[in-house]
């Protein structure tokens, strides 16, 4: 009976064409997806290479001792940003945001912000990759193959042979239905499998067990509604069966996502990088006229621990401690503004994920971004990552600026390295009840920063 079932199907022109062209876009996208990642960890390490001999020929000249803030305004530090390891499945922001992040002993949010760092035209104009296949081909295949389920059995005329032969008839259309979704459950799933298996080191990521499981409900959700509804519809034409359900795929999968997505950036927008860029900027800038005691005394009180350093002579036009000191105010600045933006990014994930409990297709983008870690909370991990950097940075040459002493080369043994983005909360945890986690990252970690160690040591909180 299964044979036979298959042979059937094999026999539908429609349907063999639609199969053999998934078979074919799913390779592709794969394909791809695994040259974009290579490309870009290519660039990682080619950004790294480059920035390990500029940092050597700002290193090898210097004689002890050394001046703590020239070295630290000279220095460029380079924080890698490489794609998730399943950015092949679904490149998201992998195309659009920087591979490498160059940061100074500065302002963190000025370098952040300043703009030229992420490429959003690459975002906008899309790229077809394996997650593209699933949430927007795959349902129109599915329908396309369950469109004449029942109709064409009655323009050949033996759908009464079939009621007549099927004790169970619901069974049967069952048992058909299944062989459509496992048929096209394969198509998509056996080229993935292949992929996996030949690229990656013999050890098979959980997260693709997590991607093939929702690949196949997904098929399920659209294979079961379009196989309802051609059985309602049973009477009408196989053609006019499937301009219903191919109109009802451009509504749901492409229109309706689309004109959510539209609202969501009208009620919901974000503070442009641009505001806190010139927020950060107009700090700065009054700094320089400003009373070098007002820069100080703002600064310690994100700082208490170097209360007692000593003050700067009034006939001293410049020094680095007061430079770096009205830096680090202009961060603190730019909180409330980045405060905000955070809390419009949750608040779009939050409506995004309201809206995925009547749209399976935004239900569907939602939990690839959590299993091939990207979205939301890909975005925090990096800003977590460069904001770490920049803590530990400046916690390794602030003991040396705000004590007015100077550095040896002994001391930049231990100058700290910057270190990639760790995964996000929802990769480990699609769920999403780690998510409260990665909320907190934005705003309120800095505001922490007073409360953290007093050691000179740890004269560092979060830097941005």
């Not at 080229?191 to 997904?218: E, H, K, M, S």
């Not at 379009?226 to 034409?237: I, K, S, T, V």
């Not at 703002?298 to 009034?314: C, D, K, L, N, S």
């Not at 916690?395 to 270190?419: I, K």
Request: aromatic share 6%.
């Amino acid at each position: 009976m299964l044979r036979l079932e298959l042979a059937l199907l094999w026999r539908e022109r429609l349907a063999r064409a639609a199969l053999v062209l998934l078979v074919v876009l799913a390779s592709i996208a794969l394909w791809n997806g695994h040259a974009e990642d290579r490309a870009l960890r290519l660039q990682v390490d080619r950004l790294q290479a480059q920035q390990a001999q500029a940092t050597d020929e700002t290193l090898d000249p210097l004689v002890d001792p050394v001046d703590a803030g020239a070295l630290g305004y000279a220095m460029v530090h380079l924080v890698p940003q490489p794609p998730p390891p399943l950015a092949w499945l679904h490149l998201g922001d992998a195309i659009s945001e920087p591979v490498a992040l160059r940061i100074r002993l500065l302002g963190l949010e000025g370098q952040r912000h300043a703009g030229g760092n992420a490429a959003p035209e690459r975002a906008a104009a899309g790229t077809l990759d394996f997650a593209f296949v699933v949430v927007v081909l795959m349902p129109l295949v599915a329908l396309v193959l369950v469109a004449p389920l029942a109709s064409a059995e009655r323009e050949a005329g033996r759908d009464a042979l079939l009621a007549s032969l099927a004790a169970q008839p619901r069974v049967t259309w069952s048992r058909r239905v299944a062989l459509r979704w496992a048929a096209l459950g394969a198509t998509v799933l056996v080229p993935l499998a292949v992929a996996a298996t030949t690229t990656t080191t013999g050890r098979a990521d959980p997260d693709l067990f997590g991607i093939a499981a929702a690949t196949l409900a997904y098929a399920a959700i659209w294979c079961t509604a379009g196989a309802a509804l051609a059985l309602r519809w049973r009477q009408h034409a196989t053609d006019s069966i499937a301009t219903r359900l191919v109109g009802g795929w451009l509504v749901l999968v492409v229109a309706l996502p689309a004109l959510a997505g539209i609202v969501l950036d009208r009620t919901l927008p974000e503070v442009p990088g641009s505001r806190i860029a010139l927020e950060h900027r107009l700090v700065l800038n009054d700094a320089w006229d400003r009373p070098k005691e007002d820069t100080l005394a703002a600064f310690v009180r994100y700082h208490p621990e170097w209360r007692g350093t000593a003050p700067i002579p009034p006939t001293q036009r410049f020094h680095w401690k007061w430079y770096y000191a009205f830096h680090h105010v202009a961060d603190r600045h730019v909180d409330p503004w980045l405060s905000e933006r955070e809390h419009a990014r949750q608040a779009r994930v939050d409506a995004k994920r309201v809206l995925g409990l009547v749209m399976p297709t935004v239900a569907m983008q939602d939990l690839l971004d959590g299993l091939a870690d990207q979205g939301l909370e890909r975005a925090q991990a990096r800003e977590s990552a460069v904001r770490d950097f920049h803590d530990r940075l400046r916690a390794f040459f602030y003991p040396a600026l705000f004590a007015d002493r100077p550095m040896t080369r002994a001391d930049l043994a231990s100058l700290p390295q910057p270190e990639p983005a760790a995964p996000a909360a929802r990769a480990r945890d699609v769920g999403g009840h780690k998510q409260g986690i990665t909320r907190q990252q934005g705003g309120q970690g800095r505001r922490r920063e007073a409360g953290r160690g007093r050691g000179r040591g740890n004269g560092h909180g979060a830097a941005a």
